[in-house]
């Protein structure tokens, strides 16, 4: 298993072949990072706006590489506990439940109250030992004996606090669990996190990261990416539409249209039966690629507009 990894990471044109097979693609400056990120054993930060494919990097590399994908969604608050590890409460009460019990027993049987404590702190370690331990993300990732790959998501939705937390994972692979110790990686994770740039890193987690942007595809990629996710779609529609969300792309909208909703798009357009832009056709569909309504509002008197221009810089006259 280790040597079939080696071999599909052994350099970055391998990673990019291998990554379009799998659906995703990708261009040598991103397989290069990945490249460079497994070999020199170092987390990515990936950058860039909303649905630019940041997330399905890190899923597309796990399935890649044959390795489980532990993914921790990030949010205000997030601490520890979510995060790390937490202790099995319940099952700490049943254990005291039953050493109580026992206590009583000795206590009964003559043996003093002096006694059944001594019993008692024989079991006092027991109570913070991997038995009650529920392991979280991070630390789940640290345990897996073949590797995983480790998905950060949307790490600039955490606290500060939280980020500073993350440090020692990402520098050392090892996290510090004040009852049992310092914990090492068993094999070290290969680390994705993902930002949507809402908030900005510490420099120190940038140092410790390989820093990746996505931005945006330009045409031949976007029609690329189209024609693997959807096969059957024609050409001529797929110029289309690629010019008209590039257009939209220019304009001052609340939120511009992703790589996720231009493949929408195109699927929803080929359930249509549709083979060219048209106007209404444009109106009709105009939720799947703009999500808030007064983006909507504000280009439908451009629509025709810029129907008319997809066309042309389609071929279509």
């Known amino acids: 298993m280790e040597s079939t990894r080696n071999e599909r990471l052994q350099s970055p044109e391998a ?21 460079l990120a497994h070999h020199l054993e170092k987390p990515i930060l990936v950058e860039g706006p909303a649905g630019v494919g940041k997330t399905e990097l890190a899923k597309t590399a796990a399935v ?37 019990d026992k206590l009583d027993d000795i206590v009964q049987r003559g043996n003093g109250l002096g006694e059944g404590l001594k019993k008692l702190h024989q079991y006092d370690d027991i109570f913070f030992s991997w038995q009650f331990l529920e392991q979280r993300p991070l630390l789940k990732a640290l345990q897996q004996k073949d590797g995983a790959v480790l998905l950060i998501d949307e790490i600039d939705k955490s606290d500060d606090e939280f980020e500073a937390f993350l440090l020692e994972i990402l520098s050392d692979f090892q996290v510090s669990i004040p009852e049992i110790g310092t914990i090492q990686a068993i094999t070290k994770p290969f680390v994705f996190l993902t930002s949507n740039n809402t908030r900005e890193l510490s420099e120190a987690l940038k140092r410790r990261c390989l820093h990746l942007y996505i931005p945006f595809p330009d045409p031949q990629q976007e ?94 006259s």
Do not use: H
């Not at 990673?15 to 490249?35: M, Q």
């Not at 489980?68 to 319940?90: F, H, N, V």
């Open 223 to 316: 029609r690329e990416i189209i024609r693997t996710r959807i096969p059957g779609i024609s050409e001529t529609l797929v110029r289309q539409l690629i010019a008209f969300i590039q257009a939209v792309r220019k304009l001052d909208v609340k939120k511009v249209p992703s790589i996720s909703e231009s493949i929408d798009w195109a699927k929803a357009l080929l359930v249509l039966n549709a083979t060219d832009l048209s106007i209404d056709l444009v109106r009709d569909t105009m939720n799947i690629i703009m999500k808030f309504e007064e983006d909507i509002k504000s280009i439908e008197d451009k629509i025709p507009e810029m129907t008319a221009a997809a066309l042309r810089l389609a071929g279509v």
């Open 15 to 35: 990673i990019r072949l291998g990554f379009k097979k799998l659906g995703y693609i990708t261009d040598r400056r991103i397989a290069t990072t990945v490249y």
């Open 64 to 100: 890649y590489l044959d390795l489980p994908l532990i993914r921790m969604q990030c949010y205000e608050g997030l601490d520890e506990s979510k995060a790390l590890y937490e202790w099995k409460y319940g099952k700490q009460l049943l254990y005291t439940q039953l050493l109580r």
